[in-house]
Each structure stands twice: as structure tokens, then as C-alpha cells.
């Protein structure tokens, strides 16, 4: 079965039900863009740019940063590549920043909030995205957006960055969402937005609030919680026909959540290059529609562990 996976993993994935999903991978480097390509991905999902920030004295030039994004775009060969902008702070930091120290720095100035204290940092990144050619290809995403008006800033930022350099096309521009806020406020963000994508990890952990780095959290920090479910259906439904929506966290490639996510209306997963195989595997054995049938009974459940129940029970019902 495996071995048959992997060569259909290079075929759309299209549902029983016949709605087609994307399933594109999350990299942190091009030598993973080249990965993802051979595993069949149809495109990358998420691209963490931070991986080329860490475990060095200094950022990286805007010319070596260009390198790395292009040859991103170019292993793809043509599909679309979503590249999100440094997302430090918290459990990831870099020494050479010398960021204040944090009451709670999960709580504090990390993501698209460096904006504010480190503009020529973002600036530069945004500038080397912007030298990448074939910008049809590329998509920009903002981690930690948490409204419309900040995203907004960031796409007259990077228009004035545009003109500076004489350019006028432009790559699309998108905003994770992945806290509360910006779930809630998903409407307003998706009509300001070219596209979303939901970042579960950070969801889960600001929805519940339960650090994604406690181990005596881990079992109970569950995306399958009523509230992150429901704050993922609010997304769904306040970006419809305004712009697509993804997913590019954990939940993505979870056997159980990923037919959920696909039943409530997301338009692309983003996982593991290893788990595109299997993920489009298991969307062509799902009937995405009867399961959303399932959904208004899962949202009014009890607790994580309810969900799974009935999720598990009713994959059990189908085969
Ligand atoms: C997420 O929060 O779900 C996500 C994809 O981003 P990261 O795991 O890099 O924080
Ligand atoms: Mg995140």
C-alpha cells in the first residue's frame, strides 16, 4: 500500500466526493523544497524562514536570503511556494537580536510584532523576497497577525518596498491565523488578505491557553478541542468567497484531523514532506461531505477527548 501511495501522492488529491484538496508540504530550507517536490506535494504550505536566522552571530544578507527563497520557488518547479516571514520570539530566539527579556514571551513582542522594534530586519526580508523572479509563484505569509489593520501595515510596507525597487507585480500577500483574535476577526482579515492559513500549534496553545512547550500540557493541548474546532469553522466561513484558506500546522498531517479540517472547508493542507503520501491518500478515501454533516454535533461536545470519540466512532461506522 505504501509503495502505491507514493505514486499517486504525485495526483491531485480528490475526495470520494469529488472536492478537490491541496496537500502541500512545510520546509525550512530549499534542500527541503527539494524533498517536498519528490514526495508529490502540490506546493509548499509554509516555508519557516527562521531556519536561515538560527545558529549564526548575524541575520542573514539580503543576497543570501534571496538565494535561499529562489531556489525554494525554483524546486517547485511552478507550483505555488507560501514563504512566511521570521516568526522569533518565544521558543525560538535568536542571541544577536538581544530582544528584551519577556515576562512571557509567548505573550510578548515575537512574529509580525518585530515590526515594531526591528523594521529594518523585516524590511531587508521582505526586500529579498521581492528579488525572487517568477513572483506569480510566490506567496508572503505574516505569522502572529492579529487583525486586519496590522496586516495591512505590512502590505504598505512591503508596496513601498515594491516601488523602491521599481517593481509593480507584486507576490501575494496572506496571514497566518493563529490566535484567537484573528480567527474571530477572520472576515475582516480575509478581505485584506490573498489568502490564509491556520497555524493549529499556535491556535491550540492561545485558544486553550496551554504552552505548546509544557510536556504536562501535551496531551491535553488537543486541536480537537470544541473551541479550536469552532474558531477554525469561524475562520472557514468569514474568509468564504473572500480568499482560500490552509492549514500548515500539526493538525494537517493527524489522521483523524486532517479529514475534519478537509470537512470543514479548508482548501489546502500543509504538512511533513514525508506525510503527503498518506494525507492525499487518505482524502481520496473520505466522503467529505457526509462527514461534514458531523460537524454542528462535534462543536457542542463536551471536551477534546468527546471529539475524538465520535470522530473515531464514526470513521469506524465507515469502513
Ligand atoms: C503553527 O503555529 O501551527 C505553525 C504552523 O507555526 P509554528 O509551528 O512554526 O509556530
Ligand atoms: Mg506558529
Redo the contacts with the bound molecule.
Sequence with gaps: RAARERAAAHEPAVTRDGREIEVGA?IGSADEARLAAEAGADGIG?M?S?FLFLERSAAPSEADQRGEYQAAVDALGGKPVII?TL?IGA??QLPYLRLPQAPNPALGLRGSRLWESHPELLDAQLRALLGVTAPERLRIMV?MIGDAGELARVRERLERLAEGLGLTRLPALGA?I?VPSAALCARRLAAEADFL?????????YTLAMD?EDPGLAARADVLHPAVLTLIHTTVEGAAGRCPVG?????AGDDLAAPLLAALGVDEL?VEPARVPAIKAALRRLDVAALAGTIPELLVLDDAAAVRERLAGWFAAQS
Design positions: 512545510n509554509l519557516r527562521e512566511r516568526d521558543d525560538k505569522p497566518m493563529e492559513s491556520i497555524g493549529t500549534n499556535d491556535l491550540t496553545q505548546r492549514v500548515c500546522g500539526a493538525a500543509s
